[in-house]
């Protein structure tokens, strides 16, 4: 049986000798909070597009789905390979910067063919 004073000693010990960002590393991922990388990551995700625009399905629309799907596989994994919170961060803005430029591209493309996105103003 462990005295509860030396107990104590010992697990006080133990905290201070943990560097601070190994406490951070040490806790799941999924017990952290959101990052600013994560809420950009899903407000792109939000954007993806679910139909071709002008409801044309050319090559380029195919490009952008596959690129969509590539994108998610390449966050799946860099999520498995992240040992701390910055590589999770690093994965998530990466993730979010290529769903916007994949999106742009497909968008910029078919504008350049005439076809626009559709957009609603909400006005007060």
Not at 32 to 38: I, L, V
Not at 47 to 61: D, H, L, V, Y
Not at 66 to 75: D, F, I, Q, R, Y
Not at 80 to 90: F, G, S
């Amino acid at each position: 049986m462990i005295k509860t004073k030396t107990f104590r000693t010992a697990v006080l010990a133990a905290a201070v000798a943990i560097p601070a960002g190994a406490a951070v590393a040490a806790m799941p991922m999924s017990d952290m909070p959101m990052t600013a990388e994560q809420q950009w990551a899903q407000t792109e995700e939000g954007r993806i597009m679910t139909s071709p625009i002008a409801g044309i399905e050319n090559s380029q629309w195919f490009d952008y789905q596959g690129n969509v799907l590539e994108t998610k596989k390449e966050l799946s994994s860099d999520l498995k390979r992240a040992t701390d919170l910055e590589d999770a961060r690093d994965a998530y803005g990466e993730y979010a910067h290529e769903l916007k430029d994949n999106r742009l591209d497909y968008a910029e493309y078919m504008a350049e063919k005439g076809h626009t996105v559709p957009r609603v103003y909400l006005e007060n």
